[in-house]
């Protein structure tokens, strides 16, 4: 007698597992502190109906110069703070695997050895997925950022030319440059994340220097300071001589950020989830189905989402969350945790 992929997953046991098996990249996305939870009654609203969740906030106050006192009858101008608010989004997603039960056979001879091996790696695949989006929310905002705000949170020594040379690659130079479009709170910025290439260079250059958490069962790199995430999802923009490499800079706070995998039972486990099987398929041979959801909130503090462009009301695919028509920035620049340094290889 055989395992079948419903012995090995009991949906209540592991869907939180699913959860927690996180690759080593998200683990320090996370240990970085860029992720950082919405406040309890942002939290509470992403847990009601509706797609869109307003997020209040205050203005800071303005620079005007104060006044000089006098002995006059003259009365004091008033000045007041206003408030605002930004528009995050509840992204609601779905992933499902079948296996044939013949395939498994003819693989291995276990017909329940593919649907488990799609059990043991889907807490990684959404792990990657997390990162992915990520990595697109942020391309979304400098997006709009150079279409709309002059660019103001970009410096790029890039050059689209043959030979690069060392002022277009990687450098503490270009990092303090990049830091800098943040004004005085561009020690703000500690986590730098490079193409997987960009990294290579500063690996080859003996530039990296590793440093064990006591809170973390690996080592983490850093470069000037920065603790560096590398990762081959970063952006790659092709020229005409040589590619253009984005490299994000963040800081703690820079998302907010709620993930919940939905837990409500069903009969075939429950809605995070769902295991299923249809044997008529195959002329008999059946097929096996592993069906996973994940609600999530990744929110880049102090812009707002308009979901101009949403195919969909239910979340944004990842083109759209590149899509700078889907963006506008609500914070004044210095504000807003991140800042995007364009380089060569």
Request: net charge negative.
């Amino acid at each position: 007698m055989t395992s079948a992929i419903s012995d090995i997953v009991v949906p209540r046991v592991f869907t939180p597992y699913m959860a927690e098996n996180k690759p080593a990249k998200l683990i320090m996305l996370e240990k970085s502190g860029i992720l950082a939870a919405p406040a309890p009654e942002i939290a509470k609203r992403f847990k009601t109906g509706g797609n869109q969740i307003e997020v209040p906030y205050w203005e800071d106050l303005d620079d005007a110069e104060p006044t000089v006192m006098d002995d006059s009858d003259n009365r004091i101008t008033t000045s007041k703070i206003t408030a605002s608010d930004m528009k995050a989004y509840k992204h609601r997603l779905a992933k499902k695997y079948g296996a044939k039960t013949v395939a498994s056979y003819a693989a291995t001879g276990r017909g329940d050895s593919a649907m488990n091996r799609v059990a043991e790696r889907i807490g990684a695949y959404w792990g990657r997925r997390k990162e992915e989006r990520i990595i697109a929310t942020a391309e979304g905002v400098i997006a709009d950022n150079v279409a709309n705000d002059g660019g103001d949170m970009v410096y790029s020594i890039y050059a689209d030319v043959g030979s690069p040379t060392a002022a277009n690659r990687i450098s503490y130079q270009a990092i303090n440059r990049a830091r800098l479009t943040m004004g005085e709170n561009l020690d703000d910025l500690r986590v730098i994340a490079m193409h997987s290439f960009v990294y290579g260079t500063l690996l080859d250059d003996e530039k990296i220097e590793f440093k064990k958490p006591s809170e973390a069962p690996f080592e983490v790199p850093y470069y000037a300071g920065m603790m560096v995430v590398h990762s081959e999802m970063m952006p790659v923009t092709a020229g005409a001589s040589s590619d253009e490499y984005s490299c994000f800079l963040f800081a703690p706070g820079a998302f907010m950020h709620f993930d919940e995998v939905p837990n409500r039972p069903t009969i075939y486990g429950n809605e995070g989830t769902e295991i299923t099987r249809d044997p008529d398929i195959g002329d008999g041979g059946g097929a096996d189905y592993l069906t996973t959801r994940r609600f999530e909130l990744i929110h880049p503090a102090g812009m707002d989402f308009l979901a101009n462009t949403l195919a969909k009301s239910q979340g944004a695919s990842l083109a759209e969350l590149r899509d700078a028509a889907n963006w506008d920035r609500k914070y004044t620049r210095k504000n807003v945790k991140f800042a995007c340094l364009k380089v060569n290889i």
